[in-house]
C-alpha cells in the first residue's frame, strides 16, 4: 500500500525560508515528485528527486532520501506568491502511476 | 502554444445525470491521465492511457468510464453509479509512462445538485 504524510498548514513570514516534510512508505518507489499548486489552479511541477541528496533550483531546493522514505522542499527568501497548497508525489514502480499526499497549505505573511 | 485544454472550467449537473468532462492535448504525449481532488486534499487517480485504445483503472475508477480514441483525447464520464460526484477534476499528460512530470490541464469543477 501508500502512505505519504505531509503537515497540513504552515506559515512563514516574507523574505524567509521554510522547510516543508514528506514522509512516505511505498511497495514501490521509483521517485519522488513535488508540485505546487494555487487556490483552484493546475499543479505545477516544481522537482523531481529520483537519487539521494539535494537538487537546487534557484530559490527552491528538494531533498530525498531513500532510506529513510523521507523528502522536504526548502524554499528560500518566500515571497507572497508562494503561498499555495505543496504537493509531494512517490511515482510507483508499477506503470509509472503516482501517488499525491494531502498537500501542505503555504500561507506567507507580509 | 502546445498545452493541455479542459472543458468547461464549470459544469453542473443534476442527480442521476451521466456527464463527459473533455481533455485535450497537443503535446504529442503518449500517456494521459484523470484525477479527482476533493477540498483539503491530494489528486487521486481514476483512470490513466498509455496509448491509444488502451486504458487502465486507477485507485478509485468505480462510477467513471473513460475512452482513448484518439492520441489527443482522453475524455472521462461521471456516470450516475458515482455517489460523490462533485469535485474538482484533472487531466494530466506525460511523454511516456513512468519518470515524468505531469503536465496538467485547469481542471473542471464539477458540481451535482
Known amino acids: 500500500g501508500q502512505n505519504i504524510d505531509q503537515p497540513t498548514e504552515m506559515t512563514a513570514t516574507e523574505g524567509a525560508i521554510v522547510q516543508i516534510n514528506c514522509t512516505y512508505q511505498t511497495s514501490g518507489f521509483n521517485g519522488l515528485f513535488w508540485y505546487q499548486q494555487h487556490a483552484g489552479e493546475a499543479p505545477t511541477f516544481l522537482s523531481y528527486n529520483v537519487l539521494d541528496g539535494l537538487e537546487e533550483k534557484g530559490r527552491f531546493s528538494s531533498f530525498l532520501s531513500r532510506s529513510k522514505g523521507y523528502s522536504y522542499l526548502l524554499l528560500k527568501e518566500l515571497q507572497m506568491k508562494d503561498s499555495a497548497s505543496y504537493l509531494c508525489?512517490?511515482?510507483?514502480?508499477?506503470?509509472?502511476?503516482?501517488?499525491f499526499g494531502d498537500g501542505t497549505t503555504l500561507t506567507v505573511k507580509p | 502554444d502546445g498545452g493541455i485544454t479542459q472543458s468547461p472550467k464549470y459544469l453542473f449537473r443534476k442527480e442521476g445525470q451521466n456527464v463527459t468532462l473533455s481533455c485535450e492535448q497537443n503535446l504529442n504525449h503518449d500517456a494521459m491521465y484523470w484525477y479527482r481532488q476533493d477540498p483539503g486534499q491530494g489528486l487521486r487517480l481514476i483512470y490513466y492511457?498509455?496509448?491509444?485504445?488502451?486504458?487502465q483503472k486507477g485507485d478509485i475508477a468505480e462510477g467513471y468510464s473513460v475512452s482513448r480514441e484518439k492520441k489527443e483525447s482522453f475524455p472521462l464520464t461521471v456516470t450516475s453509479a458515482q455517489k460523490n460526484p462533485t469535485a474538482f477534476y484533472l487531466c494530466?499528460?506525460?511523454?511516456?509512462?513512468?519518470?515524468?512530470?505531469?503536465?496538467f490541464g485547469p481542471g473542471t469543477r464539477l458540481t451535482v445538485l
Open positions: 492511457s498509455q496509448i491509444v485504445n488502451d486504458f
Open positions: 508525489a512517490v511515482e510507483r514502480t508499477n506503470a509509472g502511476k503516482s501517488t
Open positions: 494530466a499528460s506525460t511523454p511516456r509512462l513512468s519518470y515524468n512530470e505531469q503536465f
